[in-house]
Structures are given as C-alpha cells and as structure tokens.
C-alpha cells in the first residue's frame, strides 16, 4: 500500500470506528475527499477484507436503530436503500430482526410513549396529530385507526 491509499485506508477505518457505514457511503466519503477511483477501489477492497467493512453489518444496525425509533420495517428498509445499503444485506437483517415483529403492538407501545395517560384522545385536533404522526411512522391508515380507535374506547 503506498502513501495516499494508506492515508485514505486510515481515513476510512477511522470513520467506520465511529459508526457502521455502507460501502457506497465510504466510497462517497473518500470521493468528497478527492481520493483517486483507483485508490478507492483498493481502499475498500482492504476494508472488507481485514472485516472492518460489512453493508451486512451496516444493514442491521441502521434497521435496528430505526425499528427501535417506531419505524414500520418497511419504512426502515426503503430509508436504508436510500442510504446505499443492498437489497441482499437489508433482506437479510430485516428477516432476523422481524422475526417476532408485531405492527400493531409497536404503534400502540408508541402512542403509549407519547401520551401514557391516554388524555389526549378527547380532542380532534389532537387525535389527528397522533394519526400523523403514526403515518409518518410508516403504519399504515388501517393500523393507524385501528389502534387510535381502540385508545379512544379505552379512555372513556
């Protein structure tokens, strides 16, 4: 390894030390850098290789942090695409991390978090913004009423 393709190699193991990235956004990460294709090729060629670069990985983190946020799967997965991950890596993580998946239980648990008392269902305005912000959270309208339905039942 010469100079400039061991100073991006350090460049690139030092951002991957911080957080999980996909091999398109290092690549993207090393381009705004100016690093030549060649060099860039090579970097991530070694990344993988010495096991410090994995979109396998990167899949699974990035959709476990979103799942635990209250994003449906789906929503996770098309965020995750847009990031640069690969459609076998996403696959993959989303089949181990949805195994016991429940759609309608997470957007209960999230209006739970959001409003424990159940208080907020008596007023319109306020039942539509918790409709949204379900939306917003990738469940879809059938799931939305359902589950919103139910919390009006319950706090009367």
Same mark, same amino acid.
């Given at each position: 390894?010469?100079? +400039?393709?061991?100073? !991006?190699?350090? #460049?690139?193991?030092?951002? /991957?030390?911080?957080? =999980?990235?996909?091999? @398109?956004?290092?690549?993207?990460?090393?381009?705004?850098?100016?690093?030549?294709?060649?060099?860039?090729?090579?970097?991530?060629?070694?990344?993988?290789?010495?096991?410090?670069?994995? +979109?396998?990985?990167? !899949?699974?983190? #990035?959709?476990?942090?979103? /799942?635990?946020?209250? =994003?449906?799967?789906? @929503?996770?997965?098309?965020?995750?695409?847009?990031?640069?991950?690969?459609?076998?890596?996403?696959?993959?993580?989303?089949?181990?991390?949805?195994?016991?998946?429940?759609?309608?239980?997470?957007?209960?648990?999230?209006?739970?978090?959001?409003?424990?008392?159940?208080?907020?269902? =008596?007023?319109?305005?306020?039942?539509?913004?918790?409709?949204?912000?379900?939306?917003?959270?990738?469940?879809?309208?059938?799931?939305?009423?359902?589950?919103?339905?139910?919390?009006?039942?319950?706090?009367?």
């Amino acid at each position: 390894m010469d100079k +400039d393709e061991a100073a !991006a190699y350090n #460049y690139a193991a030092r951002l /991957l030390a911080q957080r =999980e990235y996909c091999t @398109l956004q290092i690549e993207q990460k090393l381009i705004t850098r100016k690093i030549d294709h060649a060099i860039i090729s090579v970097v991530i060629a070694q990344l993988k290789h010495d096991g410090y670069l994995s +979109d396998r990985r990167f !899949a699974e983190s #990035y959709l476990r942090s979103r /799942l635990e946020k209250g =994003e449906t799967p789906w @929503l996770a997965m098309k965020r995750a695409k847009q990031k640069g991950a690969d459609d076998v890596s996403l696959q993959l993580a989303m089949d181990e991390l949805t195994a016991d998946y429940d759609v309608e239980q997470t957007a209960r648990d999230l209006l739970a978090m959001r409003d424990p008392a159940g208080f907020r269902f =008596e007023d319109e305005r306020v039942w539509q913004r918790q409709a949204r912000f379900l939306q917003n959270k990738g469940f879809g309208t059938d799931i939305v009423l359902r589950v919103l339905k139910e919390r009006t039942e319950d706090s009367r």
